[in-house]
């Protein structure tokens, strides 16, 4: 069975997604929920869930982020995961740290790529005039939010949306789009899935 650890900051509900599909129907085994954030309400969610769960707080190390990364990755390296999923990890990783994972760790990212790379996707959809929004999960590269697509999910942009509403549509795809990703990506599948 192949081992899987998922980086988040905050509230975690992709990770959630991730870890009871795993849980119910057995693709996988959630091994490690780590944050970047001790205060990230995701991690007592994995615990809930039987998951082990820890924190290594990224302010401790300022901006030294080979540093921090040198002590990130010594929780995952003992839960020797085969595929490290980032689920709402706002961290940008090195290129060392990606090279060490590269082949085995994805992340989802709040636009149907390579439009929007980055931050404030919605606002950037809806100021651009866009009749459609998403979220595209993909495998990580060096290169920020450019590494190959796995799947993307897509919604309406509806008259009279903001960011926040935009975002809640956005996500309700997002929860089905990373399990459907993962579940295929452990049996070695590399084709696209389209929501
Ligand atoms: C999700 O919308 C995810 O796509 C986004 O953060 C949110 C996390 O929500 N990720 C990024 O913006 C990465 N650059 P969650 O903690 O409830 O899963």
Known sequence: MKRVAILISGGGSNM??????????????????????????????????????????????????????????????????????????????TPDFVRRF?????????SLLPKYPGLHTHQRAIEAGDAEAGCTVHEVTAELDAGPILGQGRVPILPGDDADTLAARVLTVEHKLYPAVLRRYVTGERTPVEL
């Open 102 to 110: 590269e082949g085995r760790m994805l992340n989802i990212h709040p």
């Open 16 to 93: 959630v997604r991730l870890v009871e599909t795993m849980q119910d129907e057995g693709y996988a085994t959630p091994v490690l929920v780590l944050s970047n954030d001790p205060a990230a309400a995701g991690l007592e969610k994995a615990r809930a869930r039987g998951v082990e769960a820890v924190a290594v707080d990224h302010r401790a190390f300022g901006k030294d982020r080979a540093a921090f990364e040198a002590e990130l990755v010594k929780p995952l390296l003992a839960a020797d995961p085969d595929v490290v999923c980032l689920a709402g990890f706002m961290r940008v990783l």
